[in-house]
């Protein structure tokens, strides 16, 4: 698995999880008593997409001592997290009065993808401080 590929992946969820935030937000603001999940999941989203963009800074500063089976890894959770952000993207159309009245359906699909996405966060996190942990005692060494 290529560092750059992985890296230019990250850069690209991360920034559709922006763009995601923002939408949400958005739409919390212009429907009249939007739904508290849907901005909580845009709060997630969005603590998700910098978490995103920090481990992209990371992994580009430290490719070279990064094994692949991280990479693999780090490749497979972005993934998940590109199909969970189309997920949202589906659940919370709310554009139509259809579609606010369908929200009541909506609550609890979207309780596990809010939950779904703070896994991720964490997970993102602690391969993060691994990471960054790794290249300072790299530094040390030397």
Known sequence: MDPLSVIASIAGISQA??????????IVFAVRNAPK?????AKAVGDLSIALGELRR??????????????RRV??????????????????????GAARLAWAFRRSKCS???????????????????????????????
């Open 37 to 41: 999940e849907a901005h909580n999941i």
């Open 58 to 71: 990371i992994l580009r500063d430290g490719r070279n001592i990064i094994k692949r089976r991280l990479l």
């Open 112 to 142: 596990a993808l809010l939950q779904q996405i703070d896994g991720y966060r964490v997970g993102i996190n602690m391969i993060l401080h691994t990471i960054t942990l790794a290249l300072q005692l790299k530094l040390l060494a030397k």
């Open 17 to 26: 999880g922006t763009a995601l935030s923002k939408a949400i937000f958005k």
């Open 75 to 96: 490749s497979s959770a972005v993934r998940r997290i590109r199909d969970v952000h189309g997920e949202i993207e589906t659940l919370l159309n709310v554009a139509t």
